[in-house]
């Protein structure tokens, strides 16, 4: 499955940015990075460049990251 994770910006403009670019996948909005933060260990946070590609497996082990 492929779905967007928003992390950091308002609900309204999600909404809004989902419907001008006729997005079609699922799209979670991350309000309190709870997504980004299982994802992105605190430690490491200063590394990470938005966007940021993550394929997680279905056993929830990351498998790949692009970040920038």
């Known amino acids: 499955k492929v ?15 989902i419907k001008e ?9 991350d309000a309190y990075s709870t997504v ?3 994802y992105c260990p605190k430690e490491k946070e200063d590394l990470v460049k938005l966007p940021m590609v993550v394929l997680i497996g279905k056993d929830g082990i990351i498998r790949y990251i692009h970040s920038g």
Do not use: Q
């Open 3 to 17: 779905f967007f994770v928003n992390v950091g910006d308002e609900e309204s403009f999600v909404r809004k940015t």
């Open 21 to 29: 670019l006729n997005i079609t996948h699922p799209v979670i909005h």
């Open 36 to 38: 980004a933060g299982r």
